[in-house]
């Protein structure tokens, strides 16, 4: 049988400090709106989990999908982040 410990260095050859890079940071703020969209989608239809929905509740749901979309396609229309167009 095999020991871990031989393989130990090279799994954890290059340390991870727990902190996403400048990098990442930058891809999710440039996201944040769909993720908040998303959010509020979801919100939305947890809501209408246990009930039978009311025509307010079906308005915020296809408020939610649209601005989903929209939040979708404004990101797929934007630059990337590394400069190239």
Same mark, same amino acid.
């Given at each position: /049988?095999?020991? &871990?410990?031989? #393989?130990?260095?090279?799994? =954890?050859? =290059?340390?991870? %400090?727990?902190?996403?890079?400048? =990098?990442?940071? %930058?891809? &999710?703020?440039?996201? #944040?709106?769909?993720?908040?969209?998303?959010?509020?989608? #979801? %919100?939305?239809?947890? @809501?209408?989990?246990?009930?039978?929905?009311?025509?307010?509740? /079906? *308005?915020? #749901? !296809?408020?939610?999908? *649209? !601005?989903?979309?929209?939040? !979708?396609?404004?990101?797929?229309? !934007? @630059?990337?982040?590394?400069?190239? @167009?």
């Amino acid at each position: /049988m095999k020991s &871990i410990a031989a #393989l130990q260095a090279v799994v =954890t050859a =290059t340390p991870f %400090d727990g902190e996403p890079s400048d =990098t990442e940071l %930058d891809a &999710i703020e440039q996201e #944040l709106p769909l993720i908040l969209a998303e959010v509020d989608l #979801l %919100d939305a239809q947890i @809501a209408l989990l246990d009930r039978v929905p009311s025509e307010l509740d /079906m *308005r915020r #749901l !296809r408020r939610a999908r *649209r !601005r989903v979309l929209e939040a !979708r396609w404004e990101l797929s229309n !934007r @630059a990337p982040l590394g400069g190239a @167009a």
